[in-house]
Every structure is written in C-alpha cells, then in structure tokens.
T-cell receptor
Framework: EAQVTQNPRYLITVTGKKLTVTCSQNMNHEYMSWYRQDPGLGLRQIYYSMNVEVTDKGDVPEGYKVSRKEKRNFPLILESPSPNQTSLYFC????????????FGPGTRLTVT | GENVEQHPSTLSVQEGDSAVIKCTYSDSASNYFPWYKQELGKGPQLIIDIRSNVGEKKDQRIAVTLNKTAKHFSLHITETQPEDSAVYFCAASMSNFGNEKLTFGTGTRLTIIP
C-alpha cells in the first residue's frame, strides 16, 4: 500500500529535550516536506526537500532541522524544543515538485511543556 | 510571497443542501489550485484541483471554479452527505526557482447536519 508513515503519532516532551520525528514514504517520491498545522493558521511549510541531500527552508523554519540522506526518509529534528513548537506536524511527499499531488502522513501531535 | 485567504472558517449545512467555500490569492503568477479534505485524525487528502487554463472542473458532487481576473477560486459541494463533514483547505502554487511551493488557506470546518 502506498503511504507516508510518521512516528511517533503523539509526543509530550519538555523544553530543551532534543527530539526527532521520523517520516518515511514508499512511493519513490522525489519531493518531501514538513508542515505544521495550528488553529486559524492552516498548514505552513517548515522545510522541503527536492531530492536526496537537497533541502531548503519553507515559511517557518526557525527551531527545526531536517536531513535527506535517503530518498524514502525525511526526519524532522527539534534540537531544543520550546512551547511555541507545540503543534500538529505533517510530513508529505509528491512526485516531482510541490505543485503535484501531496500525499500526507497521519500527523504527529507534539506537546512541549 | 503568495497569500491565500479562505472563507468561511466554519460552515454548517443541512444534509442534501449545497456548500460553497471561497478562496482568494494574491500572486497573479499562481497557476495551480488544489483542494484538500482533512478528516478527523488524518492527514489532508487531495479531492480536486484546477489549473489556470481551465475555468471550471467537476468530479461527481464536487466542482471547483476559478476566476483568474479576480484572483479567486471556489469549491462547490452539492447534495451534501454526512461523510462530507471535514476540514477543507484550499491552496495556490506558484513556481519559485524550481520549487513549485504550495501555500495553503486557513481551512474551513464543514459540518453536515443530518
């Protein structure tokens, strides 16, 4: 089954404790991205990757890091999480570029206390 | 950069009636306009999209219209059913140095009243 998986689905952590949210897709897509979803703000892009070893900032990259060492994986790293990073996070992949159909993962709800 | 505004933020309609969600965008260079549906506890899923060379597109009970002059596009759902209850996002895409970046609206929570 074609899908995007994210882990963990739920995470509660404390300020400053490094964490990684994993994302994996099995569709051989070149383009992957991370979004955060906040009430009243919609979906905002954090980082994107157009292929292996090619990453760039989206609209809200502060406080986040990413890497793309393999085509299927695109982890999101929070080196020192803060409460304003409490949000619902989605990983997405697509064939080609951001204008193609985005396939979203199920989401990771992160709470930073 | 692109700015997409979406209205209304919440919408309740009786089952069987029609629902309309409207979006406006700021950058006339945008040329791709998808709509995503997000069901409770899931990620958004593409339901319909339209490109700038087309004024209207239909897929069963769902249609999207685009007015490039006015820079707005709308989602129309006819004969609404309970399974249409969800959050709907519009988006606009413009080419940006090879990254055709999607900018999303703020979402509309649609509730179908049985």
């Amino acid at each position: 089954e074609a899908q995007v998986t994210q882990n963990p689905r739920y995470l509660i952590t404390v300020t400053g404790k490094k964490l990684t949210v994993t994302c994996s897709q099995n569709m051989n897509h070149e383009y992957m991205s991370w979004y955060r979803q906040d009430p009243g703000l919609g979906l905002r892009q954090i980082y994107y990757s157009m292929n292996v070893e090619v990453t760039d900032k989206g609209d809200v990259p502060e406080g986040y890091k990413v890497s793309r060492k393999e085509k299927r994986n695109f982890p999101l790293i929070l080196e020192s999480p803060s409460p304003n990073q409490t949000s619902l996070y989605f990983c997405a992949s697509s064939r080609g570029t951001g204008a193609a159909e985005q396939y979203f993962g199920p989401g990771t709800r992160l709470t930073v206390t | 950069g692109e700015n997409v505004e979406q209205h209304p933020s919440t919408l309740s309609v009786q089952e069987g009636d029609s629902a309309v969600i409207k979006c406006t965008y700021s950058d006339s260079a945008s040329n791709y306009f998808p709509w995503y549906k997000q069901e409770l506890g899931k990620g958004p899923q593409l339901i319909i999209d339209i490109r700038s060379n087309v004024g209207e597109k239909k897929d069963q009970r769902i249609a999207v219209t685009l007015n490039k002059t006015a820079k707005h596009f709308s989602l129309h759902i006819t004969e609404t059913q309970p399974e249409d209850s969800a959050v709907y996002f519009c988006a606009a895409s413009m080419s940006n140095f090879g990254n055709e970046k999607l900018t999303f609206g703020t979402g509309t929570r649609l509730t179908i009243i049985p």
